[in-house]
């Protein structure tokens, strides 16, 4: 195989990208100067060095820090309300919400969502990490508020039920409050895409 063919592989690999979109990127790169071409590639090096889980919020993430820590920039930052955690489903939500600068807790991703009927939901997503997190921050009296901002999907519903549900039994009722992103205002929406106004609403009339 060359290495545009090679290339077309790799390519292949993101999630969403098909063979022809695939090419599409290899077509742009041979056209390119070779100037964009450096910078990618010393991108990917910086990362393939850099890029690190946090052991809290289990983001990946591939800023500098990253060297030294294995806790990201967010979970580090002191002025954020460490008593508050969003549970979210993945990276791009976290971006999203993070872009409307409206949110100052912290995060939780679960890396994925259960759909209706799933045997073993616990294989799915990150509830024995988020278990582990509530209990440490329990132990610690460090927790005030847990909000569920999920997809409102089937499989949503289904997540935030299973972790609702495992959440509760650790937590004790009443001593944290449990709440859900408002639904009507961000119906059919997904929080990847979400706008400031929107979030700042959903956020505002949470319950
Ligand atoms: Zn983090």
Redesign the pocket.
């Known amino acids: 195989m060359n290495a545009t063919e090679r290339l077309t592989e790799l390519f292949m690999r993101f999630p969403g990208i098909g063979p022809k979109q695939a090419k599409r990127f290899v077509y742009y790169l041979l056209r390119e100067h070779s100037h964009f071409k450096e910078q990618l590639i010393s991108a990917l090096e910086e990362l393939k060095f850099t890029g690190r889980q946090?052991?809290?919020?289990?983001?990946y993430?591939g800023d500098k820090s990253a060297v030294q820590d294995a806790?990201?920039?967010?979970?580090?930052d002191e002025t954020r309300n460490r008593k508050t955690v969003m549970i979210i489903e993945k990276e791009l939500d976290l971006d999203a919400i993070e872009k409307t600068a409206s949110y100052a807790g912290?995060?939780f991703i679960l890396g994925g969502l259960i759909p209706p009927l799933t045997e073993k939901p616990s294989e799915l997503i990150r509830i024995r990490e988020l278990v582990a997190m509530l209990h440490q921050k329990i132990s610690n009296n460090d927790i005030e508020e847990i909000i569920f901002a999920l997809p409102v999907t089937d499989n949503g519903d289904v997540t935030r039920e299973y972790v609702e549900k495992t959440v509760k039994q650790i937590v004790g009722i009443g001593k944290v409050k449990l709440s859900t992103l408002a639904r009507g205002l961000s119906s059919g929406l997904e929080l990847e895409y979400v706008d400031k106004n929107t979030f700042k609403n959903a956020f505002e009339h949470r319950g």
């Open positions: 946090c052991d809290v919020c289990f983001r993430f806790t990201c920039s967010i979970c580090k912290i995060y």
